[in-house]
């Protein structure tokens, strides 16, 4: 999926979940050319994202809106930060507010919970990874959240690799068989996916050694011990792949292991949002 135009669908679906046949309570009040100007300010510490989104939302709603970046996505901020401002017609201001605040204080939630956990395993060779435990529709910005705050995408859906889990392993009747009957299916449609498979235990680690074109194991709710022992039994022959409830506490030991990846569902699913206003300028 294109990135720009699923970015694109995204807030025009916004626009019209939110503004409708009007914004009625700023055309009740506030002349129809009044000229105006907003800032947005940071209420907490954290990793800014979505400055960028913003700009494109303004802009959807009113090309003449003047948008100015003050700090980049990416950044680390305090605060009473000024991110941008925006000038231009009230009624474009106001109509974009909540739609501007929603994108952001998600999408800086997920930078800077991405980050927590970059943090944690610094100085290891493990990446962290996200998953599909997106909200439906925002997958692409939770995605993008995840990079600016330091991780990396495992795949964006369903379309762009072959990832075996437990229950493809067990509908196909073994490790070994749905290893194959991929490799069999990928052969027949002339597509090029890269095949990661997930393996519950240490047997499955072995079973799925013996197959060839495998790029990834994933480690699924392994102990750290037996995380340690399939990473020396794998032998960086494969790449390997931590997943499974692990948490700020623990990922440090799952690190230290020398697992290549280390998935984590919270990074998008237990999402605390950062504190942020949009505000009149003085």
């Known amino acids: 999926m294109n990135e720009k135009k699923a970015i694109e669908r995204l807030i025009d679906l916004a626009i019209a979940e939110d503004i409708g046949d009007g914004d009625h309570s ?3 009040c506030i002349p129809a050319k009044a000229k105006g100007e907003v800032e947005l300010m940071l209420k907490q510490d954290g990793i800014l994202a979505g400055v960028a989104i913003a700009e494109l939302i303004y802009h959807q ?4 809106i003047v948008f100015a970046q003050k700090i980049a996505d990416g950044k680390m901020v305090k605060y009473g930060d000024i991110a941008f401002t925006a000038k231009g017609k009230v009624h474009s201001l106001l109509m974009a507010e909540r739609i501007v605040l929603n994108v952001m204080q998600r999408m800086s939630g997920i930078a800077t919970q991405t980050h927590k956990y970059v943090e944690q395993i610094s100085g290891t060779k493990s990446k962290i990874l996200d998953t599909r435990k997106t909200n439906p529709g925002m997958r692409m910005l939770d995605k993008m959240a995840v990079r600016l705050g330091g991780g990396h ?19 196909a009747g073994g490790v070994a068989q749905a290893i194959q009957k991929a490799k069999e299916y990928l052969k027949e449609t002339e597509r090029k996916l890269e095949i990661e498979v997930e393996v519950r235990n240490l047997n ?9 074109g495998i790029k990834r194991i994933m480690l699924d709710n392994f102990s750290v011990s037996d995380t340690h022992k399939a990473v020396q039994c794998i032998g960086g022959k494969i790449e ?6 692990i948490t700020l506490t623990t990922i440090r030991a799952y690190a230290e292991t020398g697992v290549d990846y280390i998935s984590v569902g919270a990074l998008t699913h237990h999402v605390q949002s950062l504190d942020m206003n949009l505000k009149k300028t003085h």
Do not use: Q, W
């Open 204 to 212: 499955e680690v072995c079973e799925a050694l013996k197959e060839s």
């Open 153 to 171: 995408n495992h795949r964006i859906g369903l379309y762009d690799m072959i990832m075996l889990k437990d229950n493809h392993v067990d509908f």
């Open 26 to 28: 700023s055309l009740s």
């Open 240 to 245: 390997t792949e931590s997943s499974g409830g």
């Open 61 to 64: 709603i009113d090309p003449k």
